[in-house]
C-alpha cells in the first residue's frame, strides 16, 4: 500500500503545481468565458474525466509508451491542438449567438460539453508526460501492487485540480455574466474566451514536444 508520507508528499507537490496556471486551467477560463458558469464547470468534469483515461493508461503501463513513442506522442499532440483550436474557432464564430457548440442552431448541451472537456483532457500531451515522469517517483516499490499506488496518486492529483479548476471556472463565469448585461460586451468577452483556446492549442503545438 502507498505510505501515507508519500502520498502527502505528493499531494504538496501537486498543489503547487497546479497553483500555477497552465494549460487546464486556461482551458477551462476560456470555456468559462465563452460558455458561461455552467459551461465552465462541465468543461472541468469533461477535462478531469480525460485525464482520468490517462492515468489509468500510466498504472497499466500504456502512458510509458506514448510518452517514449515520437510518432504516438506527435500524434496525440497535434489532435488535442487543433481541436482546441476548433473549439476556439467555434466560439469566436458565434460569439452573438450565446453559448453554442458545434452546431450553432442550438445551444451547447451537457453531453456535448463533457465530451469537449473529455477530448481535451484526453490528447494533452503534457499532463501525459507529467504522469509519466512523477506519478512512479511517489511510489513505494517494496509495497507491492504498482498500478494501484499509481491509480492513488493520480487520483488525488485530478482530486485538487478539481477543487483548484472548479474555482477558476467560477471566477470566470461570474464575469461572463457581469459582461452579459451587454450583447456587445458578451460578444466580446465570448471572442476572448474563443482567443485563448486557439492560442493555448498553437502553444500546445509548439512548445509540447517530447523531451
Known amino acids: 500500500m502507498l505510505p501515507l508520507q508519500n502520498l502527502l508528499a505528493f499531494a504538496l ?13 486556461l482551458f477551462v477560463i476560456g470555456r468559462s468565458l465563452a460558455l458561461g458558469r455552467r459551461g465552465g464547470l462541465l468543461s472541468v468534469l469533461g477535462n478531469a474525466a480525460g485525464e482520468l483515461l490517462q492515468i489509468a493508461g500510466v498504472a497499466l503501463g500504456l502512458g510509458v509508451v506514448l510518452a517514449e513513442s515520437v510518432l504516438l506522442f506527435t500524434v496525440v499532440k497535434f489532435a488535442g491542438a487543433a481541436y482546441l483550436i476548433y473549439l476556439g474557432i467555434v466560439a469566436v464564430l458565434h460569439r452573438r449567438g450565446g453559448p453554442a457548440g458545434p452546431d450553432p ?103 509540447g514536444s517530447k523531451s
Open 105 to 207: 442552431s442550438r445551444p451547447a448541451t451537457t453531453r456535448r460539453i463533457l465530451r469537449e472537456g473529455f477530448i481535451v483532457g484526453a490528447t494533452n500531451p503534457k499532463s501525459v508526460v507529467f504522469f509519466v515522469a512523477v506519478l512512479p517517483q511517489f511510489v513505494d516499490h517494496s509495497a507491492g501492487a504498482i498500478p494501484v499506488q499509481l491509480a492513488l496518486l493520480g487520483a488525488t492529483f485530478l482530486g485538487i485540480a478539481l477543487v483548484s479548476d472548479s474555482v477558476w471556472a467560477l471566477a470566470a463565469g461570474t464575469a461572463r455574466q457581469w459582461f452579459a448585461r451587454s450583447p456587445r460586451r458578451v460578444a466580446a468577452v465570448t471572442t476572448t474566451g474563443g482567443v485563448m483556446m486557439i492560442g493555448l492549442g498553437g502553444t500546445l503545438a509548439l512548445t
Open 13 to 25: 507537490v501537486s498543489a503547487l503545481l497546479i497553483a500555477v496556471p497552465g494549460p487546464s486551467v
